[in-house]
């Protein structure tokens, strides 16, 4: 509750154990800066809300194959 999502992405990132487990972004946010950042700090993917059932899952199988 201290931290937005980009510094959580950020410091997930730092672990050595999760510098690969994929992190999908779910925000009401659209800025373009934001989801650069996002990715460039190692984000896997970027969803706006509302997103329906059928297309997160959707999402999740794409980023974790065997879902």
């Known amino acids: 509750p201290n931290m937005g999502g980009i510094e959580l992405i950020k410091q997930v990132r730092a672990l050595p154990g999760y510098r690969f487990v994929p992190i999908l972004t779910l925000t009401t946010e659209s800025q373009s800066a934001l989801?650069?950042?996002?990715?460039?700090?190692?984000a896997t993917g970027w969803l706006?809300?509302?997103v329906t059932g059928p297309a997160l899952i959707g999402v999740i199988k794409q980023v974790l194959p065997g879902a």
């Open 35 to 42: 989801r650069d950042e996002a990715k460039k700090l190692g």
């Open 48 to 50: 706006m809300k509302p």
